[in-house]
T-cell receptor, first 114, second 108 residues
Framework: NAGVTQTPKFQVLKTGQSMTLQCAQD?????MYWYRQDPGMGLRLIYY???????DKGEVPNGYNVSRLNKREFSLRLESAAPSQTSVYFC?????????????FGDGTRLSIL | RKEVEQDPGPFNVPEGATVAFNCTYS??????FFWYRQDCRKEPKLLMS???SGNEDGRFTAQLNRASQYISLLIRDSKLSDSATYLC?????????FGAGTRLTVKP
């Protein structure tokens, strides 16, 4: 049982390049999330998907887009990467948005924008 | 004011010590509360949920004070393996807000 799997684990981009971060969960969870974590700050929510077919903005959505491809997969896309998007990105899932259950995290993608 | 505030530390304690972390939150309508542990360059992992009556899991005790809007984590008999960053998480309708974390180093 892999839980939440993220790819890639590391990536270096040049300013203006685009890329997609992939996330998949095998726990049959309804809700999925993308966070970024920067030094000295808590995790901040970028986008979430409460259930298959829906996506909503979180606290810091600018510069990102997401796709909930199916129940298992939730991808995050940077259309034109900027140095301010250098961060560690975590995907998470939970049983449901109104369940008040804890979230389970993938092991992160370390992204550097030069 | 940040929605969830924690003392960043670092807390440096000897093995066997008892250490306590506090966390305050701003939204009185918050519904559920958690402590996560995050090792260096790793993902956050759930340590324990925090219940209204307080709860214990081995050497770890969590308390919630809704009136004062803070939660606490007590670690007894600290082990070297307890060295990590501890994240306070406050949840309202699954809108989870994370504290920046408190760093703990347990030394021999």
């Amino acid at each position: 049982n892999a839980g939440v799997t993220q790819t890639p684990k590391f990536q270096v981009l040049k300013t203006g390049q685009s890329m997609t971060l992939q996330c998949a969960q095998d726990m049959n969870h309804n809700s999925m999330y993308w966070y970024r974590q920067d030094p000295g700050m808590g995790l901040r929510l970028i986008y979430y998907s409460a259930s298959e077919g829906t996506t909503d903005k979180g606290e810091v959505p600018n510069g990102y887009n997401v796709s909930r491809l199916n129940k298992r997969e939730f991808s995050l896309r940077l259309e034109s990467a900027a140095p301010s998007q250098t961060s560690v990105y975590f995907c998470a899932s939970s049983p449901g948005r109104d369940s008040n259950q804890p979230q389970h995290f993938g092991d992160g993608t370390r992204l550097s924008i030069l | 004011r940040k929605e969830v505030e924690q003392d960043p530390g670092p807390f440096n304690v000897p093995e066997g010590a008892t250490v306590a972390f506090n966390c305050t939150y701003s939204n009185s309508a918050s519904q559920s509360f958690f402590w996560y542990r995050q090792d260096c360059r790793k993902e956050p992992k759930l340590l324990m949920s925090v219940y209204s009556s307080g709860n214990e899991d081995g050497r770890f005790t969590a308390q919630l004070n809704r009136a004062s809007q803070y939660i606490s984590l007590l670690i007894r008999d600290s082990k070297l393996s307890d060295s990590a960053t501890y994240l306070c998480v406050v949840n309202m309708w699954n809108d989870m807000r994370f504290g920046a974390g408190t760093r703990l180093t347990v030394k021999p």
